[in-house]
């Protein structure tokens, strides 16, 4: 069937059509019906069937013969080391694992905090709870303690889960310092800690408190996998919002099943067995979805990689990886391939490898600039394929789906909305925007099976956030239009959320750390474009009345106090002083007309500005800094 008409059979009967995609899945008591609408415009899919999601990323391969099939390879340039695990290991590491965790009395319903860098057993901690039923919340490695202690604090886990330290290309980071900081800031504290200690840092445990990984499973039971309800949550999974205050997206187990498995033929036409590749961090919805859920799932081989594009050793890492792994799709963030093109413009190191394994590269997580798609397409000779989605959504709302049909690639545009999806862009009013008009991006309720019922612990900030400013639909706040043939470009967010490498980061959350500066009178934060990473943070800040401190001192303390409350991944390393901000007469600050001086474009003077002047004064406090780069 073509996609028009697999879209359209969705469309006349979305209930059949992800009931259909549903057989898929092992159920241990099928659904009866595919949506819940009883509390519209609350969703949920599934809800009365019962399955269990670590069964079916794991066990039923194995009872279907496939036990010695590669459920994983970890390939580490930064250890020197590459790792296979069939099914059948993966399947007695992560009973053991279960079995030890439920020794130490995690059930169902649980949650339990992860916090690793990219080891296999970052997965392992992922699905051992998802045998168990409990429920999962991965922290990314490069988030501080302070963030850790506020996920702690929403998601109030029995249990965290860590590994010793994560390493980043010239520096081991060590994780036991960033947890014990986590547990001192708190006001939760989890029951106990599983450490995972790796060669380049043996951490000192916390007797009574912390168990060693390997030590805590000597002669436990391994645990069977434990019957959850369709609509019961596999994993909450923090994201940038407009307050410091992350999101917790609630991810609900049915849905998540059936999405992601029609998801890997459909979109990446990948076949059970097929080695996918998703070169992103378990941290992100991408690792989520497609480092471990999606690929086990069907069945494929996944690759975790921990190492960089570039650096570990060099731009041909990628191309190694494909080449000793047989890599027929590769996944990843278009800031990667901007790397690799600023270190290899001519793509010379591809020459030195096999890469005729590859069929298609995806690319998602921030806009895919044309110059590295067409970049990409010459190097590499296969579809480059831009797809849009969020950590909301946990799987493409529009792409090119390869495994229906290879739509023509309209460079630019992440293509059309997937089956499920009801994309629309509408006016300030609600009001459906012609084609070829900008205007906010919203998906008809209901979205699709997979994406988030609810914010956990937190139903009014879901509505608020997604639902109640165009009733019926949910909110992507993304800007952008959609073409004649209804395909769809993303052109900026509505929020003040901010991409840098492909890493959704809140400018609020800055602010917030920036306003903590004692010299701090009042800020603002904005993403200026950035070549390499798409954007990177830059700080306004205008000090107290009075102060005698350096402005150079105020300047250097906040780029440290973000790095420290926040963390590296933040990138926050430019701000400069300024004397006053500018605002509207009701004191909105404007920080999109600050991001437009910075970044050189044009732009509409607000009739409500306070003070014009103080735009003069933003852009030579910017050309301090060299901004507008391109000018
Ligand atoms: N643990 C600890 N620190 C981390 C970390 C982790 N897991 N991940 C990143 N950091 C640190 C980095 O070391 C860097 O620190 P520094 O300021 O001391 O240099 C900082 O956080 C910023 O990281 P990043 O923005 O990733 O920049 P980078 O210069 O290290 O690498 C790229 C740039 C483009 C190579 C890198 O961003 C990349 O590979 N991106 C791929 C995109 C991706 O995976 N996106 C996920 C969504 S698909
Ligand atoms: P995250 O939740 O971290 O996956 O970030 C989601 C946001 O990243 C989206 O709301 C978009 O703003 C941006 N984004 C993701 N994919 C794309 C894409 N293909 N094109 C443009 N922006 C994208």
Redesign the pocket.
Known sequence: MSYDEIYKAWESDPDAFWMEQAQAIDWIKSPSKALFDENAPLYEWFSDGQVNGCWNAVDRHVEAGNGDRIAIIHDSPVTNSVHKITYGELKDRVASLAGALRTKGIEKGDRVIIYMPMVPEALEAMLACARLGAIHSVVFGGFAANELAVRIDDATPKCIIAASCGIEPGRVVQYKPLLDGAFELADHKPDFCVMLQREQEVAALENGRDFDWFEFQAGVEPADCVPVEGNHPAYILY??GTTGAPKGVVRHTGGHLVALNWSMKAIYDSDPGDVFWAASDVG???GHSYICYAPLIHGNTTIVFEGKPVGTPDAGTFWRVIQDHNVKCLFT??TAFRAIKRDDPEGALIADYDISSLESLF??????DPDTIEWAQAKLGVPVI????????SWAI?ANPLGIEKLPVKIGS?SVSMPGYDVQILDEGGHEMPAGELGAIAVKLPLPPATLPTLWNAEDRFRKSYLNTFPGYYE???A?YKDEDGYLY????TDD?I?VA???LSTGAMEEVLASHPDVAECAVIGAADTLKGQLPMGFLCLNKGTTSDPETVVSDCVKLVRDKIGPVAAFKQAVVVERLPKTRSGKILRGIMAKIADGQDYKMPATIDDPIILDEIRVSLATLGYPKHA
Request: proline share 6%; charged share 20%.
């Open positions: 994201t940038s992100w919805v991408v963030a278009p690319l998602a997580g921030e806009r895919a831009d797809h849009w989605w969020q950590t909301e959504t529009a992440p992507t706040g993304d952008g993303i052109m900026a967010r959320v991409n492909g890493h959704r």
